[in-house]
């Protein structure tokens, strides 16, 4: 039986993914910081999804969760680096240092920090890797400036994971979604509730068990496929032209 870590496994597109590959057999271990939340998703698994709260960034903290893993499920074949956040929709000129720090310290840091940590039991294993990107990586918006900049780092480190991991036989991919229906939003805009219902009304937005049937596609191709960078939007979303600041 395979293992799996998933992080961020206490809401949206984290929580859908453990259901999604606990469904099709796998073990998981299942982490993010409510562990309220994570023994709720992992009773529904007899005995299959093991949970570990912590946060991400907390190094420590992180290598600590991972040394304490039951001997079961140390074994991990399979990292999903889905833990991030984006905070603010404002210009860069309008925005908080604060907020751009932790974006970049869970979506950059902790995510090369856990993939360092765990590199030598997948590589032995001749594992994957799925990184959780965005179109935030490609295509740049206003209000995206830090979150758009760290999805963009999430999408060429897994790049240079393919080039370095050359031969070893482990697989990294890049998921870059456009507009997910989940708490992403909610945590967004600081807690409110109306702008992203006001988001996702009407625009048919994917769903985070869209996005964890992906993962769990890539996860089960032939072990001779690696899909280095997948986008997905809804139909509903497409792009917008570039912007021009006239004179007068
Ligand atoms: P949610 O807000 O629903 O879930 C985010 C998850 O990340 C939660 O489980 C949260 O757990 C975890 N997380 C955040 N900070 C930390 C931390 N410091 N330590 C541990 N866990 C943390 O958002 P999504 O499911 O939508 O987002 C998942 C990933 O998908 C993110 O990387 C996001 O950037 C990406 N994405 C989302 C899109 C969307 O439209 N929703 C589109 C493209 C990409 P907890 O708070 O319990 O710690
Ligand atoms: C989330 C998608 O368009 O809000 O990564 O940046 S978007």
Redesign the pocket.
């Known amino acids: 039986m395979k293992t799996a870590l998933v992080?961020?496994?206490?809401?949206?597109?984290?929580?859908a993914t453990v259901r999604a590959l606990a469904g099709a057999g796998w073990q998981v271990v299942a982490?993010?910081?409510?562990a309220d939340?994570l023994e709720a998703l992992a009773a529904a698994f007899d005995g299959r999804v093991h949970t570990a709260a912590?946060?991400?960034?907390d190094a420590d903290a992180t290598g600590a969760a991972i040394e304490a893993l039951p001997e079961g499920f140390r074994g991990i074949d399979l990292l999903v680096n889905?833990?991030?956040?984006?905070l603010g929709t404002k210009p860069a000129q309008e925005s908080s240092l604060a907020d751009w720090r932790t974006m970049i310290d869970?979506?950059v840091t902790?995510l090369v920090a856990i993939t360092h940590r765990l590199l030598p039991t997948l590589i032995e294993r001749k594992g994957g890797i799925i990184n959780?990107?965005?179109?935030?990586a490609t295509y740049p918006y206003t209000g995206g400036n830090v979150y758009g900049g760290t999805?963009a780092f999430v999408k060429q480190f897994t790049l240079g994971l393919r080039s370095d991991l050359h031969g070893t036989g482990v697989r990294v991919a890049s998921i870059?979604?456009?507009?997910?229906?989940?708490?992403?939003t909610?945590?967004r805009t600081g807690g409110n509730q109306q702008a992203s219902d006001t988001l996702y009304a009407g625009a048919e937005p994917m769903t985070?068990e869209d996005i964890a049937a992906t993962v769990l596609w890539i996860a089960t191709l032939p072990p001779h496929l690696n899909i280095n960078s997948l986008e997905l939007m809804p139909v509903s979303q497409s792009f917008a032209g570039f912007q021009v600041a006239r004179k007068g």
Do not use: Y
């Open positions: 992080t961020g496994a206490t809401a949206g597109i984290g929580a982490t993010g910081r409510r939340r912590f946060d991400v960034r889905n833990a991030g956040l984006a869970t979506n902790a959780l990107s965005s179109v935030a999805k870059e979604p456009g507009m997910v229906e989940t708490e992403f909610l945590v985070a």
